[in-house]
């Protein structure tokens, strides 16, 4: 592998740094993410087991397979592979929506090539736009299979395109990649992740509102019979309800009818981007995506999207700081929320709380000096025991949502802490 000297920044994500290089001996560009530190045997024998798995499916042509892993001299981590283009979610954020075909094609390949990973044993875990990538060809491909890693080195969750289970309980399995494949596809049709992110909101309002709220329908004119359906179906917030397999999805979408007299094989390049409306920029973006061809030129042009998600954070400063009292969240349609003083037993903590809404979904999120913090989903509930270390200083809010507005309470600590948002 290079030195970090010769290669060039692409990215900083939540749990890794991308960075491109020129391979002297080949002249190919090639990326390679860098994790911030060793990972440990049984890490190691894991990532081994995916990557043999991977390496498996290489006919297939639509899966990003790392070329090399392994430690780094300065005491980090590196993964080498193919360096693409760019993401999915550089495209649609560039030129908007792809068109319903483009849709179909891209569903097909990335459906099918989760079912021959999910047959060799592999879940990807991480299905997200940015995950998406696109040869200097057009063709697309799959990155950043697996869970050894995503174990090793947690990163801030991409919330929008997370399944429940896995935000509530870090599940990753078949079924959560499933509802991956449904958040990509409700992305490229709208231009917007399930989530519908709104503007200010944080991480917390968010992933409350993900949680406690239905998906809003695709609104979009010319949409296949059943593909709206399917996509719904993708994203149900019970895994039993979702498709029985990748298999079935991909056979439904190659069965979806589009706009075009012919399907693409498996893996083919996907030119045409965008509505079916925007055909004056269809040349530009075609040319975008096949005109970068020389690896100088994949280094000076090529960006890796790495979706960042960094919450604010509810810290507990030390006990001679002043008091910094939170105003709560305010909305077109204002909500009293109020915690009630936390009642310190000890081993835990009893919180209660009141507010003047109906049918609002709580979360608890709890900050301990020198802890990371921590977020507890408790749906309806007014009450909640957390445990905590004796002795420790914390502080606790309490945060709601109609899934339309949030609203929060104040802050409020135990054992003198000071608490702040």
């Known amino acids: 592998m ?4 010769e290669l060039v920044p692409l990215g900083e994500g939540p749990a890794a740094t991308v960075l491109a290089g020129m391979d002297e001996t080949t002249g190919e560009a090639f990326a390679l993410k860098v994790y911030p530190g060793r990972v440990d ?23 990003l397979i790392p070329t ?50 999910h047959q060799a044993g592999v879940v990807h875990g991480g299905m997200t736009p940015g995950n998406v990538l696109f040869r200097a060809s ?23 395109f997370l399944a429940p289970e896995t935000i509530t309980e870090g599940v990753r399995d ?47 004119p010319g949409l296949p019979a059943g593909l709206g359906p399917l996509v719904a179906s993708l994203l149900a917030r019970d895994p039993g309800a979702r498709p029985i397999d990748a298999t079935l999805v991909a056979t439904r979408l190659g069965a979806t009818p589009g ?8 893996g083919a390049p996907i030119l045409d981007y965008g509505p079916e409306h925007a055909k004056s920029h269809r040349k530009g973006k075609t040319r975008l995506i096949v005109g970068v061809a020389a690896g100088a030129v994949l280094l000076a042009a090529a960006a890796v999207f790495v979706l960042r998600n960094r919450p604010r954070e509810l810290a507990v400063p030390p006990a001679s700081a002043e008091p910094v009292t939170s105003v709560p969240t305010t909305t077109a349609d204002p909500v009293r929320l109020d915690l009630a003083d936390p009642v310190d037993n000890g081993d835990y903590v009893q919180l209660s709380w009141r507010s003047t809404g109906s049918t609002l979904h709580y979360a608890v999120i709890v900050a301990g000096l020198d802890l990371p913090r921590k977020t507890h989903y408790v749906e309806s509930g007014t009450t909640y025991r957390v445990d905590v270390q004796p002795g420790r200083q914390y502080c ?9 507005h949030s609203y929060e309470s104040e802050s409020k600590g135990i054992r003198g802490a000071r608490c702040v948002r």
Do not use: H
């Not at 290079?2 to 000297?5: A, S, V």
């Not at 057009?138 to 919330?159: E, I, K, N, T, W």
């Not at 706009?259 to 498996?266: D, G, I, K, Q, S």
């Open 174 to 220: 078949e079924r959560t990649d499933l509802y991956g494949l449904g958040a990509l596809l409700y992305f490229a049709l709208t231009g917007r992740s399930p989530a519908r992110e709104e503007p200010g909101e944080t991480a917390d309002e968010l992933t409350l509102r993900v949680l406690s709220g239905p998906v809003p329908p695709i609104d979009r």
């Open 68 to 117: 090399e892993a392994k430690d780094l001299p300065d005491g980090r981590f590196g993964v080498r592979m193919e360096l693409c283009t760019q993401s999915l979610a550089e495209l649609v954020g560039a030129f908007g929506p792809l068109s319903v075909q483009d849709v179909l094609s891209l569903g097909e390949a990335l459906a099918t090539t989760l079912a021959a990973a």
């Open 396 to 404: 606790f809010v309490v945060q709601a949502t109609d899934s339309v």
């Open 259 to 266: 706009v075009a007299a012919t399907p693409r094989p498996l």
């Open 2 to 5: 290079m030195e970090d000297d």
């Open 138 to 160: 057009g063709a697309p491909v799959l990155a950043d299979f697996g869970l050894a890693l995503r174990q090793s080195f947690p990163g801030d969750p991409a919330v929008g």
């Open 41 to 63: 045997r049984r890490t190691r024998a894991e990532l081994d087991k995916e990557l043999s798995a991977l390496n498996s499916l290489s006919e297939l042509g639509t899966v």
